[in-house]
């Protein structure tokens, strides 16, 4: 299982950047897949879902309405457009998968994850 996240850069407060993950090694068609994000200093985070069928998605509160998660099977792509961006949104973010319980927010629960592409939030 390979997943390489890419997209992360420098963006001004209130702007907005899409990161990517191409998953390759598995049945990306029948995966949910999740992202999160961790800051210098803190704990890893959730911040989005999305079922392999993309039917539901799920988010932090703190990010809720800004975010959006989505994918392309035909492209074993997931992506998190990002809008409204605070400078509190620096972080790296990770795309994550391999989850088999309901506990999508808990880091714990996911067997494979992204290297992370960093995104920082300042002006």
């Known amino acids: 299982v390979q997943l390489q996240a890419s997209g992360g850069g420098l963006v001004q407060?209130?702007?907005?950047l899409t990161v990517s993950c191409a998953a390759?090694?598995?049945t990306f068609s029948s995966a949910a897949m999740?992202?999160?994000r961790q800051a210098p200093g803190k704990a890893r985070e959730f911040v989005a879902a999305i079922t392999w069928s993309?039917?539901?998605t799920?988010?932090?509160?703190?990010?809720?309405g800004r975010f959006t998660v989505s994918r392309d099977n035909s492209k074993?792509?997931?992506y998190l457009q990002m809008n409204s961006l605070k400078p509190e949104d620096t972080a790296v973010y990770y795309c994550a998968t391999g989850i088999t319980t309901s506990k999508?927010?808990?880091?714990?629960?996911?067997?494979?994850?992204g290297q992370g592409t960093l995104v920082t939030v300042s002006s």
């Open 24 to 26: 390759s090694g598995f």
């Open 76 to 78: 074993n792509t997931v």
């Open 13 to 16: 407060p209130g702007g907005s």
């Open 104 to 113: 999508r927010s808990d880091p714990s629960q996911y067997d494979y994850w």
């Open 54 to 56: 993309a039917s539901r």
């Open 34 to 36: 999740s992202w999160f």
């Open 58 to 64: 799920s988010y932090a509160d703190s990010v809720k």
